[in-house]
């Protein structure tokens, strides 16, 4: 029977995913899934230069540092970016690794004594989650992370709801979105800093790793999915709670990390929809080329029989057996493919000798007008 706190524990873990695959979507779509990555690891230097000027690692201050952090982060990676001397991917690896090893440096030097715990920040516990709980008046209201994560989500809903027009607008065709007035950087930052509150957000409860598990893999798999954007927000959100809740009970067989789980099953789901989806999956690609192969080597065979029907050498232009020489088929290609080609009704064939029905010579005379 499941306890209370594993039931926690799995809520907690959803309420992280759907906040970040909100926000994670419109990154993915603005080709910006790395600035995830960035600005998950440059908050930190937000928090501790927060520290430093309220000598508390429970001022609301810290997720404000953290947030203005996250902004500058995005500020200075399209500076680069502007100069057109460094490229986009670049830039961010240029920007993220100086910003996040000068928060080291000085949890390290001036914070030592401080339980600012750069690996936990990282890796985060969700184990520990529902051991913090709300207590007012003497009732217990349930773990901090229900809010603090909660809110998040709702922030983020909120956001996506009041300008989901603007985000759309702004994300597929910015310029057309400042001729008609949407002001798509104001919109750019404002998501920047969303995605930097989601991420400081949720180090406590799970750790920046699986933030970015959670802000890139559900929305690259609902990407591979549909082509319709409230979809993609829906499935998103879906996938990140499978993953979330799957990743927790993987946890629980192997007795291994529930966070690093999680993001096991991101990656799993992710790559189990990049296998199978039915439009673009690698699976449905790989038929889709064979398909064309088939029609277009029927559209071949037809060609090739209409063309010498006519003539006198055509018992031994038409024979299977020198499809091979002619059209540079294999044997057991060119026999598959007059299999399929007599079960549609294209060709017949009598002793090895190969005639065009009245179906394939239509086929073959509408290529030949085409």
């Given at each position: 029977?499941?306890?209370?706190?594993?039931?926690?524990?799995?809520?907690?873990?959803?309420?992280?995913?759907v906040?970040?695959?909100?926000?994670?979507?419109?990154?993915i779509l603005?080709?910006?899934?790395m600035?995830?990555?960035?600005?998950s690891?440059?908050?930190?230097?937000g928090?501790v230069?927060?520290?430093?000027?309220?000598?508390?690692?429970?001022?609301?201050?810290?997720?404000?540092?953290?947030a203005?952090?996250?902004?500058?982060?995005v500020?200075?990676?399209e500076?680069?970016?502007?100069t057109?001397?460094v490229?986009?991917d670049t830039?961010?690896g240029l920007?993220?690794?100086?910003?996040?090893?000068i928060a080291?440096?000085?949890i390290?030097?001036?914070?030592?004594d401080?339980?600012?715990?750069?690996?936990a920040?990282?890796?985060?516990?969700l184990?520990?989650?529902?051991?913090n709980r709300?207590?007012?008046?003497?009732?217990?209201?349930g773990?901090?992370?229900?809010y603090?994560?909660?809110?998040?989500?709702?922030?983020?809903?909120?956001?996506?709801?009041l300008?989901y027009?603007e985000l759309?607008?702004a994300?597929?065709d910015?310029?057309l979105?400042a001729t008609?007035?949407?002001?798509?950087t104001l919109i750019?930052?404002?998501?920047m800093?969303l995605v930097?509150?989601?991420?400081?957000?949720?180090?406590n409860?799970?750790?920046?790793?699986l933030?970015v598990?959670f802000?890139?893999?559900?929305?690259?798999?609902a990407?591979?999915?549909?082509d319709k954007?409230?979809?993609?927000?829906?499935y998103s959100a879906l996938?990140?709670?499978?993953?979330?809740?799957?990743?927790y009970?993987l946890?629980?067989i192997l007795?291994a990390?529930i966070?690093g789980?999680?993001?096991?099953?991101?990656?799993a789901?992710?790559?189990?929809?990049?296998?199978?989806?039915?439009?673009?999956?690698?699976?449905?690609?790989a038929k889709?080329?064979?398909?064309?192969?088939?029609?277009?080597?029927?559209?071949?065979?037809t060609?090739?029989?209409?063309?010498h029907?006519?003539?006198?050498?055509?018992e031994?232009?038409?024979?299977?057996?020198?499809?091979?020489?002619?059209?540079?088929w294999?044997?057991?290609f060119a026999?598959?493919?007059?299999?399929?080609?007599?079960?549609?009704?294209?060709?017949?064939?009598?002793?090895g000798?190969?005639?065009?029905?009245?179906?394939?010579?239509?086929?073959a005379?509408q290529?030949?007008?085409?």
């Amino acid at each position: 029977m499941m306890s209370l706190a594993q039931l926690e524990i799995q809520i907690i873990a959803s309420l992280v995913a759907v906040a970040c695959s909100l926000v994670g979507v419109f990154l993915i779509l603005r080709r910006m899934a790395m600035m995830s990555d960035a600005i998950s690891h440059t908050v930190l230097l937000g928090i501790v230069l927060a520290f430093f000027v309220t000598k508390s690692i429970t001022s609301p201050l810290l997720l404000i540092g953290a947030a203005l952090m996250g902004v500058l982060t995005v500020s200075l990676v399209e500076l680069l970016n502007r100069t057109q001397l460094v490229r986009e991917d670049t830039s961010i690896g240029l920007v993220f690794p100086a910003l996040f090893s000068i928060a080291v440096i000085l949890i390290s030097r001036f914070a030592g004594d401080v339980h600012i715990d750069n690996d936990a920040v990282l890796l985060g516990e969700l184990a520990f989650a529902p051991f913090n709980r709300v207590k007012l008046f003497g009732l217990d209201f349930g773990p901090e992370a229900y809010y603090s994560s909660g809110g998040i989500l709702i922030l983020n809903l909120l956001f996506v709801i009041l300008f989901y027009k603007e985000l759309k607008l702004a994300t597929f065709d910015s310029a057309l979105a400042a001729t008609l007035g949407f002001a798509p950087t104001l919109i750019h930052y404002a998501l920047m800093t969303l995605v930097s509150l989601t991420a400081v957000g949720s180090f406590n409860a799970v750790g920046s790793i699986l933030v970015v598990a959670f802000m890139v893999a559900p929305p690259s798999a609902a990407y591979l999915l549909t082509d319709k954007l409230s979809r993609m927000i829906l499935y998103s959100a879906l996938i990140g709670i499978f993953s979330a809740v799957s990743g927790y009970w993987l946890a629980n067989i192997l007795d291994a990390s529930i966070a690093g789980s999680m993001a096991t099953m991101t990656g799993a789901s992710f790559l189990t929809v990049y296998l199978f989806a039915p439009e673009r999956g690698l699976f449905a690609q790989a038929k889709r080329r064979q398909n064309q192969r088939i029609e277009f080597a029927l559209t071949m065979l037809t060609m090739h029989i209409a063309n010498h029907t006519a003539a006198q050498e055509a018992e031994l232009e038409n024979e299977v057996v020198h499809l091979n020489e002619h059209l540079k088929w294999s044997p057991q290609f060119a026999m598959q493919i007059v299999g399929i080609a007599e079960r549609m009704d294209l060709i017949q064939q009598k002793e090895g000798l190969l005639t065009l029905t009245e179906h394939g010579l239509k086929r073959a005379n509408q290529e030949f007008n085409a």
